[in-house]
């Protein structure tokens, strides 16, 4: 007897991700450098146990590129891909806001416990990775663990269809520099921490809500 057996994905709601090009890469990294001189602290409205956590002006000239271009972008492969995570309908007077955008500067023993954002969507762009989780992971603090996969890394943690708890975790490598993943903000997720190295893990993070067209961004 033969049968055709066929698998079936049920549908669930991913994210959207992709290495953004170096001229919008070039104006982050000159709008964060801008920010250091007259640094505005938002360690108070997150929930990282950092060194440093600075918020970013999305009105800045250096980032039209980036609003006008990358963020539409994520935006609508991730509609078109997963259908709308909010629920809220939107008005023909409503846009998309970039509400909130930091940078995070984290040092060796730091960490972002699991958390999620306000908004509808959030996103992560790292700009600086000073280790190598293949490095990481062979360290004793890890090597002998069946979790070695956490050390350094970025995951994202949620809920499988038979209520077991997943983790995805993206490796932290120096490949992964320029790279922006967006989600939707209730999302959990976490960023363990690394060791052995006195370098800044910077990263870029930011929540995109929906408003009218004349809110103050």
């Known amino acids: 007897m033969e049968m055709k057996l066929m698998p079936r994905h049920l549908p669930n709601i991913g994210v959207v991700e992709g290495m953004l090009p170096k001229e919008i890469m070039d104006n982050i990294w ?4 801008e920010s250091k001189k007259k640094p505005e ?8 146990n950092i060194n440093s956590s600075i918020r970013l002006d999305t009105t800045n000239p250096l980032l039209e590129n980036f609003m006008q271009k990358v963020l539409p972008a994520f935006i609508s492969n991730h509609i078109e891909s997963y259908g709308a995570p909010w629920r809220q309908v939107m008005q023909e007077e409503d846009q998309w806001n970039l509400e909130s955008f930091w940078v995070n500067f984290q040092k060796k023993h ?9 908004g509808v969507y959030s996103f992560v762009i790292w700009l600086q990775i000073p280790t190598s989780y293949e490095e990481q992971r062979k360290l004793p603090i890890a090597v002998d663990s069946n979790a070695d996969n956490h050390i350094s890394n970025f995951a994202f943690t949620y809920t499988d269809i038979l209520g077991k708890v997943k983790t995805f975790a993206y490796n932290m490598e120096k490949e992964a520099e320029g790279y922006m993943v967006m989600f939707p903000s209730t999302l959990l997720h976490q960023v363990f921490p690394f060791y052995k190295s006195s370098g800044e893990r910077i990263s870029i993070s930011g929540n995109i809500s929906i408003g009218k067209t004349n809110e103050k961004q």
Request: charged fraction near 25%.
């Open 110 to 118: 730091e960490f972002n416990p699991p958390h999620d954002h306000g």
């Open 30 to 33: 000159k709008l964060v450098n």
């Open 41 to 48: 602290n938002m360690k108070g409205e997150l929930a990282g």
